[in-house]
């Protein structure tokens, strides 16, 4: 006897109930706000709106199937099931979240916000879960995801970008090299290197590449290609700025081996759940055989 599809609700604290939780009461929250120029109730209305969009999608999931809850700081401890559909209430980068502990599982945006929020990856609103979840078989958008491997067998996977560097700002020291370099690496001094996706094309990638002025086309998110770019690469008698950006097919790599004390590797701006690199790891970063099924 199969077991009936499970619905995984996906949210996050709300701005509003981390406020109350450090002061300790609305009236604090409330004051403190007021003393650096807002106003409390813009806050709690963006709740009221996420709370009525949570309560919007649980009335629409059909009665004979499972559900269940996570919040985004516990995705990292949740264990997601093949047959799960997963929906996610909130903004795009809630989905990003999520993306990386998934395998395959259809993901459904919804958006609880509108106007505020881009939209890219939270494309629906919760008046249309109902229709979502019970129209059979939905069309889903294949979204390239990004991965790195490092030597010791660390992996991590993101949906807009991979970021290599140093904590704390500081300079990264490491070698650098393609798979189609016939594996030549230059020896770098930087801010760091980033690796994205088409879907980080909309963000952070794409601010790189318009401040660079970079004339490689931008990726779409469903295409197997990604940009990479070196950030202030510093030359100097023992560093070079020879390869400094570039675009990996699916088929190819980045090869990065670390020449400083610690670096890290971080997706999706999770600076909190990073890769730590030691001198002499390498850590390879490149299209991620999984994607991302975004229900459009």
Do not use: C
């Amino acid at each position: 006897m199969s077991l009936a599809p499970r619905v995984v609700l996906v949210h996050r604290t709300t701005e509003y109930e981390e406020l109350v939780a450090h002061h300790g009461t609305h009236g604090q929250a409330a004051f403190f706000l007021s003393s650096r120029g807002r106003d409390i109730e813009e806050v709690a209305e963006r709740h009221r709106r996420t709370r009525r969009a949570l309560a919007e999608v649980t009335a629409a999931i059909p009665l004979t199937w499972r559900q269940s809850r996570v919040e985004r700081g516990d995705l990292d401890r949740f264990l997601f099931a093949p047959e799960d559909v997963v929906v996610v209430v909130g903004q795009d980068g809630l989905v990003a979240n999520a993306a990386k502990y998934l395998s395959g599982q259809p993901v459904v945006g919804i958006d609880t916000d509108p106007g505020r929020n881009p939209g890219v990856l939270v494309r629906h609103r919760p008046r249309d879960a109902a229709k979502l979840l019970t129209a059979g078989a939905p069309a889903v958008d294949e979204l390239t995801m990004v991965e790195a491997v490092a030597d010791d067998s660390q992996r991590l996977v993101a949906l807009n970008e991979i970021y290599v560097g140093a904590p704390g700002h500081q300079t990264a020291r490491y070698r650098l090299g393609l798979d189609d370099h016939g594996g030549a690496a230059e020896a770098q001094a930087s801010s760091g290197v980033l690796v994205g996706t088409g879907t980080g094309a909309t963000g952070w990638v794409r601010s790189v590449w318009q401040e660079r002025g970079s004339d490689l086309p931008l990726p779409r998110p469903t295409e197997d290609r990604l940009l990479w770019f070196v950030r202030e690469a510093w030359p100097s008698p023992a560093t070079g700025t020879s390869l400094v950006a570039g675009e990996l097919p699916a088929s190819a790599a980045l090869h990065l081996t670390v020449e400083s004390e610690r670096l890290i590797a971080f997706g999706d701006g999770m600076e909190s759940d990073a890769l730590e690199l030691t001198w002499g790891q390498s850590v390879r970063v490149g299209v991620y055989a999984e994607r991302l099924r975004l229900v459009g």
